[in-house]
């Protein structure tokens, strides 16, 4: 059986897991030199596939032109003309699942990620738990792929790419190039998942003292006017939401020391650069299959599991566990600081 030449890769949602594509096709990439992707996906992450050679994305108008049914198929018609070998869904959603059905009946072959709900419920639930580590989201997208005759190694590790910062981000004058960046990406999409306000507060005081520059990340018009509140605190500590464009973000990230985030998207997004990320867990747990790509175990912080044994609640930190509201203040402001401290120096 031949290697495809040209396959579609289908990843709508949510933004982490686009990004966790990322590595995996990199790595398709190296090793298979003739291959092309195009890659399906919502307008807004187009940008995280822009540092790909041999990529292209297709953007999935999924709120306008591409809605409903008569929709997707407005849809498989214009991708049934890019002409690619196979598919590749990495999302299976009911959205993905009807458009690959209309792509077989123009011809084409697909295989879906296996996402293990079953795994992941057994590991989460309160009762009868069973605690072990799952496979992870890059691995299940791997498995794809090899369905799809491009088997990958399991060893591969992404090498560090700065992108090139453009003009509005090099003459900022809250930007000093001359330090070390350090980002933080304080603010999850579940409270129970986020490190407390206060506590990283006195994250950043240590940070300040050591001289490096704090950089702020997050995403909604709440969370922008915390982090400008956050950021008025400190000397060297700019929040960049809403500043600059999300490609712009993007080269930000890709210039950072190293990135502390929760259990969320801006550490996939750093992780994808070969950023080094620390993360911070509390209702959630790396088991789950979500940790950021290439990182160790030291990277990821926990709360003592013999205090708190139903960890993990859930796999998204959505589930609010009375008796587990101060998880997270079993990780101490000096643990994530003496993590941190090697990429100070």
Not at 14 to 32: F, I, N, R, S, W
Not at 39 to 67: G, M, N
Not at 290 to 304: C, I, K, R
Request: charged share 25%.
């Amino acid at each position: 059986m031949k290697h495809p030449r040209h396959i579609l890769v289908i990843r709508l949602s949510a933004m982490g897991d686009v990004a966790m594509t990322v590595p995996v096709l990199k790595q398709l990439l190296e090793t298979y030199p003739k291959l092309k992707i195009t890659v399906l996906t919502k307008p807004f992450f187009a940008s995280i596939f822009e540092h790909l050679d041999r990529v292209q994305v297709v953007k999935a108008e999924v709120k306008t032109k591409h809605k409903g049914i008569s929709g997707l198929w407005v849809l498989a018609k214009s991708l049934h003309r890019l002409e690619f070998d196979s598919i590749a869904d990495l999302h299976n959603v009911l959205r993905s699942r009807i458009l690959c059905g209309f792509l077989k009946v123009k011809g084409h072959d697909y295989y879906r990620i296996y996402k293990g709900r079953a795994e992941k419920k057994a590991l989460t639930r309160a009762n009868n738990k069973i605690f072990r580590p799952l496979k992870s989201t890059h691995r299940r997208y791997a498995e794809v792929f090899k369905n799809l005759n491009l088997p990958l190694d399991k060893t591969f590790q992404i090498k560090k790419q700065r992108l090139v910062l453009s003009k509005a981000m090099s003459s900022s004058k809250e930007l000093d190039t001359s330090q070390k960046w350090i980002g933080i990406a304080p603010f999850a999409a579940h409270s129970p998942k986020q490190y407390p306000l206060k506590l990283m507060k006195q994250v950043i005081t240590k940070l300040n003292e050591k001289g490096v520059q704090v950089l702020l990340f997050g995403g909604g018009s709440k969370e922008r006017k915390r982090l400008e509140s956050l950021a008025k605190d400190f000397k060297k500590c700019y929040s960049i939401a809403g500043k600059f464009s999300f490609p712009e973000e993007l080269q930000l990230i890709s210039n950072l020391e190293v990135m502390l985030s929760m259990d969320s998207g801006n550490g996939h997004l750093a992780a994808m650069f070969g950023v080094d990320v620390i993360t911070l867990w509390g209702a959630t747990h790396p088991y789950t299959g979500f940790a950021p790509y290439g990182q160790t175990e030291d990277q990821q912080l926990l709360p003592d599991l013999k205090k708190y044994p139903l960890l993990p609640t859930s796999v998204y930190g959505n589930k609010k566990v009375n008796a587990y509201k101060k998880v997270m203040h079993d990780i101490t402001p000096n643990e994530v600081f003496q993590t941190l401290k090697p990429y100070l120096d």
